[in-house]
């Protein structure tokens, strides 16, 4: 028997039919990303929702007097992209504000950007690069910045580079800003390294550092919060440029200082909104207490609410943020300190939540999947998602699966020295059989870009162009992460993830064939059409 979702596809799907399409796409290499990983050349589409993915022959019987027919000449088309794992509004709410240098083998060309935005900028006006990037991927000299390059850049504005949570590069006029913001950390010392300052915290692991401190108080201190007509069109602008980059749909795993939710939902009533966006339920969670009020909020809340835009579907990053390890160092937490980790779990388990948490050690992983074992019982466990599993093993790939779990793994295009061995294991992970999907953890962390992250698994190379991953997996079962198992991981396999009867209409037109180009080309494919909800927003060259 067809499970009962199937029927009301294909009941929805025929009553599309009913009418013409409004438009069809035809003359294309259409990758649906099905089950069946079909190829065809025609794509028909009424509204938001797709008609048909079939041959253009068997198209005909959808196109009336007003259709229009697009001819995309042969270009490669496949699902919207979706990021299972993106801290958005974190990076939206100031976006007027920054440049990025993520994924740039040249330092020349990095150095080129920062200016580039400087020369934009009013003079003193901040110029921030809020991570995203990593001292090893420039090819032409590896390194953070010193002062004199970045004055050179910048001789009119206060420049501050964000290098993950651990350190931060600055030139003379930020120096002598922030002389009064951290006491001891600016002002000259250490040539070569500008204002630059590295002190535990690494990976986002946790702890407080001198370099966190220094960039929190400068954002807080020269880049406040914007008002809400400014935020909404942050929100825009930003989710533009991801949507130049090949992202439809993301999952912002966020935290409750990184603003409300509720703007995604604002700019979508509003009719401007180009990338779906849905969260995780926001709330503080620091010590016992917390954790306590934590779950009075999810007992008093209801998960996967919202629309096709934006809404909260689950828990995550951190259900107790005490418990955040790092590949950095090795964490080993006490049944003491993971106790409230379980309360909240148990609350979410009851409730009916779904949960998406930050696990990057073995022991971690171990700890969660002992928990999830005492919690299943109350309730359901049932695709909840361990999120970066860098370090999981073939026992606990095995145990997850057997739960029911899924993961959700992030490109690493910058390898810790003397790592042994895949981190993440991509290739144990896929013949394991366990569902997976790609992110990419951006944009302090890692690089926001999805062909980056292809290019990362198909290859295992990390930037400049060094292999970091011997056993990688092939482009099928990349995409196939990067779109029908992140639909999986956030519930929306009845709307994204492939290019069918009755999906959303939400798909890439391509700069080149990412199934057949050379590997090292992946990283630079490029959109040059993105429909979502079957509207174009985004056209290139």
């Known amino acids: 028997m067809r499970p ?34 079909r190829i065809v050349s025609g794509l028909a589409v009424k509204g938001d929702r797709i008609l048909a993915a079939d041959d253009i022959a068997n198209l005909k019987s959808l196109s009336g007097p007003g ?46 950007v920062i200016a580039a935005k400087a020369n934009a900028s009013a003079a003193g006006e901040w110029v921030f690069v809020l991570g995203g990037w990593s001292e090893d991927q420039f090819a032409d000299q590896a390194g953070g910045f010193t002062r004199e390059e970045l004055d050179a850049a910048a001789p009119r504005n206060p420049v501050l580079i964000q290098k993950s949570y651990m350190a931060a590069y600055t030139n003379t006029l930020a120096d002598e800003a922030l002389a009064d913001a951290v ?55 930003f989710s533009g440029v991801l949507n130049a980059m090949g992202l439809t749909t993301v999952y912002d795993v966020g935290r409750d200082t990184d603003g ?35 779950i009075a909020l999810i007992q008093g809340s209801r998960p996967r609410q919202g629309d096709a835009w934006s809404g909260v579907i689950g828990l995550g990053e951190h259900l107790y943020n005490p418990i955040h390890d790092s590949t ?49 019982p109350l309730g359901s466990i049932d695709r909840w998602t361990l999120a970066h599993c860098d370090l999981i093993s073939p026992a606990n790939i095995a145990r ?9 793994i992030h490109n690493k295009t ?6 042994d061995g895949d981190s993440p294991p991509l290739k144990a992970i896929q013949d394991s059989g366990i569902v997976w999907g790609l992110g990419s953890d951006g944009g302090v962390v890692a690089p926001v870009n999805p062909f980056t992250t292809l290019w990362w698994a198909t290859t295992g190379r ?80």
């Not at 009941?11 to 259409?30: C, Q």
């Not at 939902?265 to 849905?278: P, Q």
């Not at 969670?285 to 306590?292: G, H, L, S, V, Y």
């Not at 993971?338 to 990057?360: C, S, Y």
């Open 400 to 408: 997850a699966k057997q739960l029911g779990l899924t993961l959700a």
């Open 67 to 112: 259709t229009k027919l697009i001819d995309l000449q042969g270009r490669t088309v496949i699902p919207g992209l979706i990021d299972n794992h993106l801290h958005f509004l974190r990076d939206a709410l100031r976006w007027q504000h920054q440049t990025r240098i993520d994924g740039i083998t040249s330092r020349a060309r990095a150095r080129e």
């Open 462 to 541: 990390i930037f400049p162009d060094r292999v970091a991953i011997n056993e990688p997996v092939t482009r099928e079962q990349a995409l196939i992460a990067h779109t029908r198992s992140n639909a999986w991981l956030l519930f929306k396999e009845q709307d994204l993830g492939s290019l069918g009867p009755g999906k959303l209409a939400d798909f890439l037109v391509l700069d080149r064939d990412y199934l057949t180009v050379p590997e090292a080309e992946i990283r630079e494919i490029r959109p040059v059409m993105t429909v979502v909800g079957g509207r174009v927003v985004h056209t290139a060259p």
């Open 414 to 419: 910058a390898k810790p020295a003397g790592r």
């Open 183 to 237: 006491s001891g950390t600016t002002g000259g010392k250490g040539k070569g390294k500008g204002g630059g300052m590295r002190k535990g915290g690494g990976g986002g692991g946790g702890g407080d550092s001198g370099a966190r401190t220094l960039i929190n108080r400068a954002l807080d201190r020269y880049l406040p919060e914007p008002d809400e007509a400014e935020a909404l069109e942050n929100l825009a602008a």
């Open 4 to 37: 009962l979702s199937f029927l009301i596809v294909l009941s929805f799907a025929g009553s599309l039919r009913a009418e013409p399409a409004d438009t069809i796409y035809h003359n294309a290499k259409i990758v649906t990303v099905d089950a069946g990983f």
């Open 328 to 376: 950095m160092r090795l964490s080993r937490y006490t049944a003491e300190e993971l106790a409230p980790f379980e309360k909240i779990a148990a609350a979410a388990a009851a409730g009916g939540w779904h949960v998406h948490d930050h696990a990057m050690q073995d022991s971690t992983i171990s700890a969660y999947l002992d928990i999830f074992e005492r919690v299943a």
């Open 260 to 294: 409300p939710i509720e703007l995604c939902a604002k700019l979508a009533a509003e009719g401007r909104a180009s990338l779906r966006v849905f969260h995780t339920l926001r709330y503080s969670a620091n010590d016992p207490a917390e954790a306590d009020a934590a």
